[in-house]
């Protein structure tokens, strides 16, 4: 069974950073993309940034420039930058393997996501 953890969540003012993490299972981790999605409050999933198994990244809109995806393959890790945060970027963030690299489906389980507050 494909399991994802992720963490690195937390609280942040506007224009600050945080480093969120996605720890998957070997199984899913080497042989797809993974990406990181975000749910905020009365909106539907979006996937907002996602690497594949060779290294090449794609982002939404949204979060390019901001945000930077990157993964450990050794520690089956998947990692999310987010710089400049902004307001609008308050959500759960989720991490799973989107099919064809950008989905819309994906191969894995939800986990509990990790939520992100960007607040004053």
């Known amino acids: 069974q494909v399991q994802l953890v992720e963490s690195g969540g937390g609280l942040v003012q506007p224009g600050g950073s945080l480093r969120l993490s996605c720890a998957a299972s070997g199984s899913i981790f080497s042989i797809n993309a993974m990406g990181w999605y975000r749910q905020a409050p009365g909106k539907q999933r979006e996937l907002v940034a996602a690497?594949?198994?060779?290294?090449?990244?794609n982002y939404a809109d949204s979060v390019k420039g901001r945000f930077t995806i990157s993964r450990d393959n050794a520690k089956n890790t998947v990692y999310l930058q987010m710089n400049s945060l902004k307001p609008e970027d308050t959500a759960v963030y989720y991490c799973?393997?989107?099919?064809?690299?950008w989905g819309p489906g994906y191969f894995g389980s939800w986990g509990q996501g990790t939520q992100v507050t960007v607040s004053s």
């Open positions: 690497i594949t198994s060779g290294g090449s990244t």
């Open positions: 799973n393997a989107p099919q064809g690299g």
